[in-house]
T-cell receptor
Framework: QKEVEQNSGPLSVPEGAIASLNCTYSDRGSQSFFWYRQYSGKSPELIMFIYSNGDKEDGRFTAQLNKASQYVSLLIRDSQPSDSATYLCAVSRGAQKLVFGQGTRLTINP | DAGVIQSPRHEVTEMGQEVTLRCKPISGHDYLFWYRQTMMRGLELLIYFNNNVPIDDSGMPEDRFSAKMPNASFSTLKIQPSEPRDSAVYFC?????????????FGPGTRLTVL
C-alpha cells in the first residue's frame, strides 16, 4: 500500500462546475496535509494546507480533512480552464519531510 | 526576491558519465530538499538538509547518488556513474520552519536525460 494514494485521472470537469479531488493516506501519525498544483512542465506550488478535521476555505478552494477515515480532499468551485493542472496531495508527520501522492490530472473543459 | 535557483535546466549525457546538479535555496531558508519526478514513480524525496546537515537520505536510490551542502546558499546532487534509468526531472526545494506550517518552495527543476 502506498503511503499517499490519489486517483491519477485524468479527471475532466466542465467549466463552472465543481472539481473534487481525493487523497487517502496510510500513516495515522500524519499531522499536516497539503495540496500542491503543478502545471505541465512547471514545478509544484502550494495552494492549500490543513491540519484540523473539517473544512478550510480559501477563495474558490476548499480543503477537507477527515483523520478518522484518513482522507483529504480538495474542492475547486467555479472551475476555470486555468485550473487545468496536476494536483499533488502531500502528507507530513509534523517534521519538514513531505510524502507526495502520484497526483491527479485535472482538465477543465470550456 | 529570487526563488530557488537550479542549474542546469536541461542536461543530456551518456551512460557512465558523471552528472552534477546545482541548487541555490531562497535566502534565509534553513531546509533544503532534493526530489526526483518520473511518470512511473511520481515525486520522490531523495534527501533533505537542515542547516547544511543531511537529515534523511533514505530516499537516495543507491551509492551512485550523493548530495552535499557546503554552505547555506549552495547544494549539489551528483550521480556517478549515470544510467538511463536516472532520466527524470530533479527538483530542489527550500523552506524555513514556521510554527504553523512548512511550505516548500520548488525550483524550476533540471530535466536529465541519460542516453
Amino acid at each position: 500500500q502506498k503511503e499517499v494514494e490519489q486517483n491519477s485521472g485524468p479527471l475532466s470537469v466542465p467549466e463552472g462546475a465543481i472539481a473534487s479531488l481525493n487523497c487517502t493516506y496510510s500513516d495515522r501519525g500524519s499531522q499536516s496535509f497539503f495540496w500542491y498544483r503543478q502545471y505541465s512542465g512547471k514545478s509544484p506550488e502550494l495552494i492549500m494546507f490543513i491540519y484540523s478535521n473539517g473544512d478550510k476555505e480559501d477563495g474558490r478552494f476548499t480543503a477537507q480533512l477527515n483523520k478518522a477515515s484518513q482522507y483529504v480532499s480538495l474542492l475547486i468551485r467555479d472551475s476555470q480552464p486555468s485550473d487545468s493542472a496536476t494536483y499533488l496531495c502531500a502528507v507530513s508527520r509534523g517534521a519538514q519531510k513531505l510524502v507526495f501522492g502520484q497526483g491527479t490530472r485535472l482538465t477543465i473543459n470550456p | 526576491d529570487a526563488g530557488v535557483i537550479q542549474s542546469p535546466r536541461h542536461e543530456v549525457t551518456e551512460m557512465g558519465q558523471e552528472v552534477t546538479l546545482r541548487c541555490k535555496p531562497i535566502s534565509g531558508h534553513d531546509y533544503l530538499f532534493w526530489y526526483r519526478q518520473t511518470m512511473m514513480r511520481g515525486l520522490e524525496l531523495l534527501i533533505y538538509f537542515n542547516n547544511n546537515v543531511p537529515i534523511d537520505d533514505s530516499g537516495m536510490p543507491e551509492d551512485r547518488f550523493s548530495a552535499k551542502m557546503p554552505n547555506a546558499s549552495f547544494s549539489t546532487l551528483k550521480i556517478q556513474p549515470s544510467e538511463p534509468r536516472d532520466s527524470a526531472v530533479y527538483f530542489c526545494a527550500s523552506s524555513f520552519k514556521r510554527q504553523s506550517y512548512n511550505e516548500q518552495f520548488f525550483g524550476p527543476g533540471t530535466r536529465l536525460t541519460v542516453l
